[in-house]
């Protein structure tokens, strides 16, 4: 009689498949967990970002007050008195604000506390949206700037901190596609940022140079990708209007298409590639590896926003909704 002994190099592969086995299920399961696992990290990445030396130098407190010229009377008192308060005390209020922001990259990780964390993040998100980036500049008069299209898409508008909340809300694990706020509510939130973003391509496009000009004040820090900002801002040259209302209308279009579901998938896919152009050209990656980033900027999130989107259409023209099993989009 035989009998068969498992070698410890079976054992130690069996063990190695059933740990990543686990981590795709608890992280990557669905759609719903995936995108919660991706803004998780993100979450994560800024809050390490917070503890660069630069953060605790007066160049972040400069950062913060760069961004009142131009501002309305309201918005750049509030900006101004939140950077005194930081300054008052600011190894300690950007400790703090890196740990929260890590702490609720790693609560929404563990899925006993995402719905938690979620919730921290809308309060934290609004408070940086206004405080960190002025309403995503949104308010600011682009003759200020020199010309520079600073409040477009291009650039980060209308601020990458509130797609983090919007985010959220849609990948509230509640087993319900949508989250919070459900199919129809999702597709219109949507809707809603890009015709903003339309608008904001038809106010503040910043003349016949402005993209050019935004184009070449954007962050680098690597060859390779000046050359690409080198190369878009020579075709932008002199173009800055015509583009404008190109993008303007491209933006209106994947905002109604999506509200309406029509060819959805296609729209969002265009959005996706449209925003991982703006990251590159327009925002640098965030001015990462320039030195002094606070985030990424909004490309990866409009990207992960598009993403979570796609998982709530289905292909084809005028086409119906294909609901999920609600125990496949939750995370309890």
Partial sequence: MSATVASPAGDAYAGKRRGLIWVRDYFWSNGTRRAQTVLALIWVLVGGLQFQSFMYSKGFIQLLTGVESGQPGWVASSVNRGAIMMQSHQGLFNSLAALIQVAIGFGILYKRT????????FFWAFVVWWFGEAFGMMFMATTSMGGIAMATPLTGAPGAVLLYALI???VWPNGRPGGLLGVRGARTLWASLWLVM???????GGGANGIHNAINAAPSGMSWLSSLQDGFANITKGKGVILALVLAALSA???IAVAKNW???EFLILAAVLNL???????????IFAGGATDPNAGPL??????V???LVRHGPQSVLKRQPAHTESVQ
């Fill in 114 to 121: 995402t719905k938690q964390a979620i919730v921290v993040s």
């Fill in 302 to 307: 409009f990207i992960l926003l598009a993403y």
């Fill in 309 to 311: 989107l796609y998982q």
């Fill in 263 to 265: 060819y959805a998938k």
């Fill in 253 to 255: 279009a994947i905002a």
């Fill in 198 to 204: 339309a608008w904001l391509w038809l106010v503040e």
């Fill in 168 to 170: 959220g809300a849609i």
């Fill in 277 to 287: 152009i703006y990251w590159l050209v327009g925002q640098g990656l965030g001015g």
